[in-house]
Every structure is written in C-alpha cells, then in structure tokens.
T-cell receptor
C-alpha cells in the first residue's frame, strides 16, 4: 500500500460527459502529480501541484483541469470526453521539498472508459 | 528540453539470468535524481531504486543495481537472477530541481522459464 488513494478505481461514461477523479496523497506529501497512461503507452505527464499551487504543466488538454485543495487532496476534471480519453489516470505524490531525492508514490490509478 | 530515452521497447531474458535495461537522459541540471519503477500487468507502479547525481557509488537494492555513468548520462538498471515475477514494464525517471519529473517510454521485460 503506497498510501496514495485514488477514487474511483473504474469509471465508464459516455462521450461528451464530464468526470472528476480524486486523489489523496500520502500523509505529509506536498507534491501531487497526475499522469495519463493509454493502452501500450508510457506515462504522459499532465500536471503537478505543490502545496496548493500549480508547479508544472505537461501535455494537459484544455478540456482537462486540476486543482489541489488546502487539505492537499487533488482533483482532476475531464470534460467533453472523447473516446481517446479512455486511459488509466495515475496520481502520485512525493514529499516535494527534498530536492532531487524522494521517490514518487503512486496510487492504483483510475481506469476511465469512454463509450 | 529534458528527455529520457529507453532504447529497448521489449526484452526477453531467461529465468535466473541477469539483464540490463538501458536508460539515457538529457538534462542541463547539475543536481538530479535517477529512479527506476516497475509496472506489472496488474498496473501498479512500484519504486525500485534511486541514484543521486552526486553519489559516487552505484546504487544497489537487493537484486537491483544501477550502472550509473554520469559523463555518458546513462543510468542502466541491472536485474540479477531474473525471476518470473520480474516480467513487467520498467520506467526510468529523472527528477531535477523544483521536483520536475520526467519518465522514459518504458521497456517491457519478459522472463522466460
């Protein structure tokens, strides 16, 4: 158990819909990362938050948005869903202030299927 | 731009043999961390090993060791005595200042009985 909790684990929805994925980081971790992993693809970095502030942005579509709340949990909002958005969405956390040390702890992922 | 290359999309190794998974990286930062993660077919991401850019000795964690060649910007993962449970995707990661994290595309390892 990594200590990172993601909900829901599985989600099936239709095109055009909007979903919210939730992530609770490991206790004490200030950094949260979101990744998208499509079938047979690597980890596509979406966005990173540190202590409530956006720290880095990757290949995140305009239809997607995220935020980190004062209690450090984070939500990833995906709207106007398309078939190609079907993927495994990972949240990871790290201490965030340890320089280049400190591994990422991953949640089990939220598997999104868009029909 | 910072980038990680894993040149072996897929590899096979005989059980009990050693295998080396390649990773080269490109970063302008002088201080960085190198990490390897394993993703079995069940999907979870598992941290394996860490190497700091200023560490003089290669990192080791059980059957995992890291062949770190800083001048070549290479951080290859060596798995000794392969086991069937080692069959998985393996990702190389670089972490630089301000927690900037980059993952490589991954290598799929299959261990053959």
């Amino acid at each position: 158990d990594s200590g990172v909790t993601q909900t829901p684990k599985h989600l099936i929805t239709a095109t055009g819909q909007r979903v919210t994925l939730r992530c609770s980081p490991r206790s004490g971790d200030l950094s949260v990362y979101w990744y998208q992993q499509s079938l047979d693809q690597g980890l596509q970095f979406l966005i990173q938050y540190y202590n409530g502030e956006e720290r880095a942005k990757g290949n995140i579509l305009e239809r997607f948005s995220a935020q980190q709340f004062p209690d450090l949990h984070s939500e990833l909002n995906l709207s106007s869903l398309e078939l190609g958005d079907s993927a495994l969405y990972f949240c990871a956390s790290s201490v965030g202030n340890s320089g280049n040390t400190g591994e990422l702890f991953f949640g089990e992922g939220s598997r999104l299927t868009v029909l | 731009a910072q980038k990680i290359t894993q040149t072996q999309p897929g590899m096979f190794v005989q059980e009990k043999e050693a295998v080396t998974l390649d990773c080269t990286y490109d970063t302008s930062d002088q201080s960085y961390g190198l990490f390897w993660y394993k993703q079995p077919s069940s999907g979870e991401m598992i941290f394996l090993i860490y190497q700091g850019s200023y560490d003089e000795q290669n990192a080791t964690e059980g059957r995992y060791s890291l062949n770190f060649q800083k001048a070549r910007k290479s951080a290859n993962l060596v798995i000794s005595a392969s086991q069937l449970g080692d069959s998985a995707m393996y990702f190389c990661q670089v972490k630089t200042s301000y927690d900037k994290v980059i993952f490589g595309p991954g290598t799929s390892l299959s261990v053959i009985p």
